[in-house]
């Protein structure tokens, strides 16, 4: 498995952007997906962004055309690009890696949207 840091969580009014991150350390040589989910008070965590080995990308409909994922060229980080945010994306957000045995989660880091 891998540890995994993230960063960039935070306060923001309606509209505005952040950026989170998710550094692994480890195991990263058998990453398959790398991916953010989200769980809002009272509700299930789901899946909000992914992005495969090979590069493909998958988003939740709910933030497509608003949030990008990318990860850097030596494939340990993940970062999450959230634009015109909206209340309802405020949650607690979550990195999680995995291989083809393996899935590790984020401590997960705060992200709320004002109104």
């Known amino acids: 498995q891998v540890h995994l840091v993230e960063s960039g969580g935070g306060l923001v009014q309606v509209g505005g952007s952040l950026r989170l991150s998710c550094a692994a350390s480890?195991?990263?040589?058998?990453?398959?997906?790398m991916g953010w989910y989200r769980q809002a008070p009272g509700k299930q965590r789901e899946m909000v962004a992914s992005?495969?080995?090979?590069?493909?990308?998958k988003y939740a409909d709910s933030v497509k055309g608003r949030f990008t994922i990318s990860r850097d060229n030596a494939k340990t980080t993940v970062y999450l690009q959230m634009n015109s945010l909206k209340p309802e994306d405020t949650a607690v957000y979550y990195c999680?890696?995995?291989?083809?045995?393996?899935?590790?989660w984020g401590q997960g880091t705060q992200v709320t949207v004002s109104s």
């Open positions: 480890g195991n990263v040589a058998s990453i398959n997906v």
């Open positions: 999680n890696v995995s291989s083809v045995t393996w899935a590790s």
């Open positions: 992005i495969i080995s090979g590069g493909t990308v």
